[in-house]
């Protein structure tokens, strides 16, 4: 015959139960209905400051009141009416509490990033009497995905990018101004191409170096940022060539921009090695059209009214049948 559990039993279980759960590396905070703290663990102890015999029995939000309590509370009644687990995950909530993080060097966050899981426990009636706040300690999993987020986004700017000039390079604008006609094309709305370079550039470089070239070069491109709008795309064409893409804009609209552009450059002075250097532009402006066949049409015209501006002495801007 089976001897029953003995008193002794039970509690030398209870305190094993209770050992774990104190040394657990995960925060474990336990709440009645009404969000009162019946467990509060080493980890939300060393973390938060707050010692357990002081935090037993206490609002969570009052321990807390920085907490999100509207969204938290809705979570917390949602565990106990539907009687299933919650989660809130650290990409929808970075964290819940402002806890320091354990390695702000190395995981280059000074604050920590938090998983949050919401169990339903139920008393002996099978009713949910409490619900189980787990709090998991992500930080070096979140920043590494942030390290690699970033660093994509760098290779994806750098794969798009000018190297000298920091605008677009000649592949993603050209992507722009084809994406560009196909708007202009489905939507029959107005748009204005840009295409200029800079006046006896090769003689520029001969005489003053290709060193001050790429200064001259860095110039216009900030030219070129000051003067354009929000919606306005630019980039690098060529060696010394450039496009801006116009949306919404029609040929005598461009022409005010290429205009207020060229006075910007023209203007401008570069102090190259205590030499004052400037130079010119001269530009090409076309509206689309629905005779363009194709995006390389509009580029075709755009640069053959370039071409019209330097031949009609440069320092100027040209549109077709002007």
């Known amino acids: 015959m089976l001897n029953a559990p003995s008193h002794s039993s039970d509690m030398d279980s209870l305190h094993l139960v209770m050992q774990l759960l104190q040394t657990l590396d995960n925060g474990l905070i336990l709440l009645?209905?009404?969000?009162?703290?019946?467990l509060w663990n080493s980890f939300m102890e060393n973390h938060s400051g707050i010692a357990t015999s002081h935090a037993r029995g206490q609002n969570l939000f009052k321990l807390f009141p920085e907490l999100p309590a509207t969204w938290l509370?809705?979570?917390?009644?949602?565990?106990?009416?539907?009687q299933s687990r919650a989660?809130?995950?650290?990409e929808e909530h970075p964290r819940l509490f402002n806890f320091k993080s354990t390695r702000p060097l190395t995981g280059h966050s000074a604050l920590m990033y938090q998983n949050i899981t919401l169990?339903?426990?139920?008393?002996?009636?099978?009713?949910?009497?409490?619900?189980?706040?787990l709090v998991y300690d992500v930080t070096e999993i979140a920043t590494r995905k942030n390290e690699l987020e970033s660093a994509n986004r760098t290779l994806k700017k750098l794969s798009r990018t000018d190297k000298l000039t920091n605008l677009y390079n000649r592949g993603y604008w050209e992507g722009c101004l084809e994406q560009e006609f196909k708007r202009c094309h489905r939507n029959k709305r107005p748009a204005s191409l840009i295409l200029f370079d800079i006046d006896h550039f090769k003689k520029f470089n001969d005489t003053h170096g290709h060193a001050?070239?790429?200064?001259?070069?860095?110039?216009?491109?900030?030219a070129i940022r000051e003067t354009q709008r929000s919606t306005d795309v630019s980039g690098r064409y060529g060696g010394e060539e450039f496009g801006i893409v116009l949306p919404e804009t029609d040929q005598a609209q461009a022409l005010l921009v290429a205009e207020r552009l060229r006075e910007t450059i023209?203007?401008?002075?570069?102090?190259?090695?205590?030499?004052?250097?400037?130079?010119?532009?001269?530009?090409?402006?076309?509206?689309?059209s629905d005779m363009f066949a194709d995006y390389s049409s509009w580029l075709e015209l755009s640069d053959k009214a370039l071409y019209q501006a330097k031949k009609d002495g440069r320092n100027r801007s040209h549109t077709p049948g002007s």
């Open 32 to 38: 009645d209905a009404d969000y009162q703290v019946q």
């Open 73 to 82: 509370k809705r979570k917390i009644d949602s565990v106990f009416s539907l």
């Open 87 to 90: 989660f809130c995950t650290w």
């Open 119 to 133: 169990i339903p426990l139920s008393g002996v009636n099978g009713q949910v009497t409490s619900v189980c706040l």
């Open 212 to 222: 001050a070239g790429d200064e001259v070069l860095r110039a216009v491109a900030k």
């Open 266 to 288: 023209a203007s401008t002075v570069v102090d190259w090695e205590g030499t004052p250097l400037q130079v010119t532009v001269s530009l090409g402006i076309t509206e689309y």
